[in-house]
Every structure is written in structure tokens, then in C-alpha cells.
């Protein structure tokens, strides 16, 4: 970042005290003696840090700093408060100012104020980062895609990764402001809520790419003898958080006389997240009329196969005329907001196993996934 900071108060004695701590500090600083005059050096100087007295004549601190986050919403502005001006304090973080530091000002707190403003100016900049690397990431799968003889429909879904990639960008921006709000109040609640956001934003990256991988080139499956409980566990904790922030009961009942099966474990994992997956949407849609929604899983024992799967939901369940098409590429019930490659790769999945998929869903009332596993597809 730029080392160069906007010192603003009307008081002379003010500024010139905080600019020997500042360059004390390593910092080159503009200074201004009103809010006007600050507005115009940094439509000049563009600074990535702003110090600025809350109490000024005419324009006002809160003012510059509306002003500032206008031109540009990155910039961090501390705001320098006297005693008695509490409540405007307040009103400043309500216009996302950095911080405040009250006056008679401490190089210590000065420090310290700096030193978070310039983390969120680096979290922001590894965020922006992440996300152009997963925007270049899926320009080069998608190109991949158009290049193989077998997605002459490729540009049916473009539209939907375009969303898909918006979402987890904006999932990234939420998982670093809670991030932010973490070490600004030095909170390990937010902390671990920030990164839990990130990292389950990080996993819907890993699993869109392994989709349009397996889309364009599957891979054999790898059979080996496993506990069929353990895919639907791992989802479960997965999903919960997600689940969980919609205000989504997600439950499990899962067969403990069950006999270990012959399967790819990981693709069968992903066959179940993306049910769970298109459950909770189902549930958060706006068609969806329940009030106290649900998603569940389920395993049991059934006659002469190794187990069958169930995700359940109580949401806006499937058309007559979706149903006919659900399993074909590219076709999606969430207009936008889905890529229709998750449940063509759930059916292939589960057809290279030797198993069985179907549902049954009302409009309204929700949908049921049944997936059936032989013991052994050799």
C-alpha cells in the first residue's frame, strides 16, 4: 500500500504535533485544515488512509467522510474525536469509518489505529486478488469446455457460472468484512465466522471446478469398500453452516446396520452435496411457502442393494414440465443462479455405480432424492 496518508483538522497545533508522529511512524503526510480543502487533495492524491477531526466548521467530519466513501468506498478513514462527541463517534462507524481515536491523541492508540486500518487495506487486496485468480481459473475450464467436440451446448450455461462466480465473490466479500470486524474489535467469534465464510467459499470454488472437470473429461471411479454413512456425514458438516445462516433445519438419520459397499466415496460425496445443495436452495426460494423449512438425509437398509440415499426438503418443489428435463445437461430450475451440470453429474455418478436416482416432488410441498448403491457394481 501507499505510505502516504490525509491528516485533516482545523486546528494548526493539532497537525503539526500528529505529523512528527506519523512520519515518527513512516508515513508521508498531506495535511488540510478543513473539510473542503481535504476533499479536494484527495480527489488530487487518491490516499488509502484518512485521518480527519469529526468537529470542524462548515464541513464536518462525517460529511468528508460520506464524501470520501462516495469517491472511493476502500479508502479508511480514522476519525480524531474530542470528549463529549461519543455519540458522533458512533455515527461515523454507522458510515463505515475505520475507527476513532479520542483526543488528547496517543501515539500508542494512533499506532494501533493505523496498524488495523492498514490489515483491511491487505485483506481487501488478497480478496480482490482471489477473486481475478477464480474469474481467470473458470475463463480457462470454460474454454476448455468449448474446445471438447461434446459441449456444442456450452454457452447455455455461461450465463449461470457467470452468476455462480458472482456469488462466491460476494460470499468472499461477506467472509472478509466479518473477518475485518474481527480484528477491529478483536473478537474471536467474528474471527472464526469470518474464516469459516472464506473457507466454505474457498470449497464451493473447489467443487465448481471439479464439476466442469468431470463435465468436460471424466475421470474412472475409483471402487473401493467403505462405509456408506461416511459420504452423508461429511456433507452434513459441510453444509451445516450454510444451512444454518438460511434458517434451515438440516438433519440426519443415518442406518447403523449398514454393511460396508463397494463405491467412490468421493463422487458419491458429491452426488449428495449437490441434493443438499439444490435442497437448501429449494427451501430459500421464493416460491417456497413453508415457514419452518427442512432438509434432511437419510440411509437405510433395502432389499438387495447396499443402501439407498435420501435428501428430503420442504421447498418449492419441481414442475410437471421441469421433471421431464431435470437430469438433461444443462437444463436448471434456478434460472441464474444455477450452471444445470450438478445433477446430470449426480446421474452419471450414480450410473457408473450401477445404481438407481429418482424423486418425487409437488409444487409447494417439496422433493425427494433416492439414490440406491449396490453393495458391489463389479
Known amino acids: 500500500m501507499n505510505n502516504t496518508l490525509l491528516l485533516v483538522d482545523d486546528e494548526s497545533g493539532i497537525r503539526k504535533v ?26 488530487e492524491k487518491r490516499t488509502d488512509i484518512v485521518l480527519t477531526d469529526i468537529k470542524m466548521p462548515e464541513f464536518d467530519g462525517i460529511e468528508l467522510l460520506k464524501k470520501i466513501k462516495k469517491i472511493h468506498p476502500d479508502t479508511e478513514v480514522i476519525m480524531l474525536t474530542g470528549h ?72 447455455e450455461t455461461v450465463a449461470g457460472l457467470s452468476h455462480a462466480i458472482k456469488n462466491i465473490a460476494g460470499g468472499l466479500s461477506g467472509g472478509a468484512f466479518v473477518l475485518e470486524k474481527g480484528i477491529d474489535l478483536d473478537d474471536k ?18 467443487h465448481l471446478s471439479m464439476d466442469l472437470l468431470n463435465f468436460a473429461k471424466p475421470n474412472p ?36 446396520d449398514l454393511s460396508d459397499v463397494h463405491f467412490d466415496a468421493e463422487n458419491i460425496y458429491r452426488s449428495l452435496l449437490n441434493l443438499v445443495a439444490n435442497a437448501v436452495d429449494a427451501c430459500t426460494a421464493p416460491e417456497s411457502i413453508e415457514t419452518s423449512k427442512e432438509v434432511r438425509i437419510e440411509t437405510r437398509r433395502v432389499q438387495g442393494w447396499g443402501v439407498e440415499y435420501l435428501v428430503a426438503d420442504n421447498g418449492c418443489g419441481i414442475g410437471d414440465v421441469q421433471r421431464e428435463k431435470i437430469f438433461q445437461r444443462f437444463f436448471t430450475t434456478k434460472g ?28 409447494g410441498t417439496g422433493t425427494r432424492f433416492f439414490i440406491r448403491l449396490p453393495v458391489n457394481p463389479a
Open 84 to 155: 463529549g462527541e461519543m455519540d458522533l463517534a458512533v455515527q461515523s462507524l454507522k458510515h463505515q469509518a475505520t475507527d476513532f481515536i479520542t483526543k488528547p491523541i496517543h501515539d500508542e492508540a494512533l499506532e494501533i489505529a493505523l496498524e488495523r486500518a492498514k490489515e483491511r487495506i491487505r485483506l481487501k487486496q488478497q480478496l480482490k486478488d482471489y477473486t481475478e485468480n477464480l474469474e481467470a481459473l473458470v475463463a480457462e475450464k470454460t474454454e476448455k469446455l468449448i474446445e471438447a467436440e461434446t459441449l456444442a451446448a456450452v454457452g
Open 336 to 363: 441464474s443462479r444455477g450452471t444445470g451440470i450438478g445433477l446430470m453429474l449426480t446421474r452419471r455418478i450414480v450410473d457408473q455405480h450401477k445404481g438407481r436416482i429418482r424423486f418425487e416432488s409437488e409444487p
Open 221 to 256: 471411479l475409483s471402487f473401493k469398500p467403505g462405509d456408506p454413512n461416511t459420504p452423508a456425514r461429511d456433507v452434513l458438516t459441510l453444509m451445516a453452516p450454510a444451512a444454518k445462516k438460511a434458517g434451515i433445519r438440516l438433519s440426519a438419520k443415518l442406518a447403523s
Open 18 to 43: 500528529l505529523s512528527i508522529s506519523l512520519r515518527d511512524l513512516g508515513y508521508e503526510v498531506i495535511t488540510a485544515r478543513s473539510g473542503r480543502e481535504a476533499l479536494r487533495l484527495f480527489e
Open 189 to 206: 467469534e467474528y474471527l472464526q465466522q469470518g474464516w469459516e465464510m472464506i473457507r466454505n467459499n474457498v470449497d464451493r470454488i473447489t
